[in-house]
């Protein structure tokens, strides 16, 4: 990419696509999961902060930002699980990475797609180090955007190739199935969350609404199985029986921002909990016995989208799948803003 100090590439959701298809949706989510990895086994060089949220009765508005010292990124994205009643997107979503030693952008992108990757390589990337080696068959409870994501992350990174599919809204697991024909995945779709789990290794829960519920119950959750818990992402959004929390293992992103945002909210605020980052980098166990209940609650973190962002940018020199943003003032002369805005003023027609 040529250096023009005005310009910044920028990532459309068109160009997103057509970088997903270039590389292949298995092989992007594979990689991606790869990046995550290695970001967190660096976890201790990277500015955390737990996201900023701006609340409504309708949803939530956040900004996620983070920083290892020489680039620096953030995510705006909302949540708002009543939008798709009026046709919108329950999430949506852009980033940007900057360079730390002149702040100018280095790129900004569309992240309402690149968002539903990340967070499916995420879970995938958890389940790697806390499910059972030989779990084959996975729950989804809760068909909606990101369904599908999960269930190709987990093909691509654990070999899952049967999933048990359950929503509320029989149409939207109808859809999921559909979706991952001939993907290789045999999808069962089930009538209750209770018939979803049953003989199921992993269990993932992504439901939208924002409100306190019961999506899985103590009774549901029998010996080893890894729970991978999605759809936390504010106070007052819970998907699991607090009965379940205190059977399992409990692994998380940031801890500050998980046990306000997480399932663990329903908890304690010093009940026990291990960062992932740490098992990654060898600092703690995973999943200790066959018959450990693990639980992955996820809320998303910053450093994940930071390296979603970092691996998209270091494809687009080899792709070319970026347009050329004007988005900085680049006077001649630094000083000289005023001057250049004058430059530009339109000539007046002579009468």
């Not at 999961?33 to 701006?54: H, N």
């Not at 929503?167 to 979803?196: F, T, Y």
Request: hydrophobic fraction near 45%; charged fraction near 25%; proline fraction near 4%.
């Amino acid at each position: 990419m040529q250096e023009k100090l005005n310009i910044v590439p920028f990532v459309s959701v068109d160009n997103m696509m057509k970088l997903v298809h270039r590389i292949g949706v298995e092989t992007f989510l594979i990689e991606l999961a790869g990046e995550i990895e290695k970001d967190f086994r660096r976890w201790e060089s990277f500015d955390k902060v737990a996201r900023i949220p701006a609340h409504s009765q309708e949803g939530v508005i956040e900004l996620m930002p983070t920083t290892d010292g020489e680039v620096y990124g953030f995510k705006y994205v909302n949540g708002h699980p009543k939008n798709t009643r009026a046709g919108r997107q329950t999430v949506t979503a852009f980033g940007l990475l900057a360079d730390m030693a002149t702040g100018y952008p280095l790129m900004l992108s569309e992240m309402t797609m690149l968002t539903a990757l990340r967070t499916a390589a995420m879970s995938a990337l958890a389940a790697k180090y806390l499910a059972r080696k030989d779990a084959r068959t996975m729950a989804i409870i809760g068909n909606g955007a990101q369904s599908e994501f999960q269930a190709l992350a987990f093909k691509a990174l654990l070999g899952i190739d049967r999933v048990r599919l359950y929503d509320i809204e029989r149409s939207a697991s109808a859809k999921c199935a559909r979706n991952l024909a001939g993907s290789g995945i045999d999808c069962v779709i089930c009538a209750s969350a209770e018939e979803a789990v049953m003989g199921a290794d992993i269990v993932t829960t992504v439901t939208a609404d924002k409100l306190n519920a019961t999506i899985l119950t103590d009774n549901m959750i029998g010996p080893g199985i890894h729970i991978n818990a999605v759809g936390g992402d504010s106070p007052g959004k819970t998907e699991l029986h607090a009965d379940i929390l205190h059977r399992a293992s409990i692994f998380v992103e940031y801890p500050p921002q998980t046990r306000i945002e997480g399932e663990i909210q329903q908890l304690a605020a010093d009940h026990p909990v291990i960062e992932l980052w740490s098992v990654m980098a060898g600092r703690a166990e995973g999943r200790q016995g066959r018959d450990e209940i693990t639980l992955f609650d996820s809320v998303g973190f910053a450093v994940e989208d930071f390296s979603a962002l970092r691996y998209v940018r270091a494809k687009l020199v080899e792709t070319g799948l970026y347009e050329e943003l004007d988005l900085l003032a680049d006077p001649d002369e630094p000083r000289d803003l005023f001057g250049m805005l004058m430059r530009a003023k339109m000539p007046r027609v002579a009468a």
